[in-house]
């Protein structure tokens, strides 16, 4: 693995772990030219996984962008990149265990909402705000019954 400072070719491993519930290895890296430390990344390629938008378009399912989306809902939050990484693994693996190639927006929204509600409420608002489009308070009201209700409060 190249040096992303440098351009050395001969990083070295200093460390290694199971992420994503073992679904991928994050590395941690040292090149020893510039002493430069930097993380990877190692998971399993699987086909491709295309998306139907809501105007009906289609796209390549992108882990970066829904992990991208997850981290502006996550801001000023204690929730981690290891347990955001862990959520999109979970999502991935849902909708490859469907084992359909196509699979809509509306599906994947609704995947996060469901694992992201566990993991920080301010967050879960934050995404079903900008997914559920809300046009006013009462949308905010009406999704804070809703987390209340499964909550049991």
Same mark, same amino acid.
């Given at each position: 693995m190249k040096c992303k400072k440098c351009q050395y070719d001969d990083t070295k491993v200093i460390e290694s772990r199971d992420v994503a519930e073992g679904e991928a290895t994050r590395r941690r890296r040292?090149?020893? =030219?510039?002493? *430069?430390?930097?993380?990877?990344y190692e998971r399993f390629e699987r086909?491709?996984?295309?998306? &139907? =938008?809501? +105007?009906?378009?289609?796209?390549l399912f992108n882990r970066s962008k829904l992990l991208a989306g997850l981290h502006r809902a996550c801001e000023k939050t204690p929730v981690t990149n290891v347990q955001l990484e862990a959520l999109?693994?979970? !999502?991935?693996? *849902?909708?490859? +265990? =469907?084992g359909e190639p196509e699979t809509s927006s509306r599906d994947i929204g609704e995947l996060v909402i469901n694992n992201l509600?566990?993991?920080?409420? !301010?967050?879960?608002?934050?995404?079903?705000? !900008?997914?559920?489009?809300?046009? +006013? &308070?009462?949308?905010?009201e009406s999704e804070l019954a809703q987390l209340k209700a499964k909550k049991g409060v």
């Open positions: 040292e090149c020893p =030219k510039c002493n *430069s430390r930097f993380t990877t086909p491709q996984l295309v998306v &139907i =938008k809501n +105007d009906g378009s289609r796209e999109v693994a979970r !999502v991935e693996n *849902s909708l490859y +265990d =469907k509600a566990e993991l920080s409420e !301010v967050a879960y608002v934050r995404f079903a705000s !900008v997914y559920r489009r809300f046009g +006013d &308070i009462t949308g905010f």
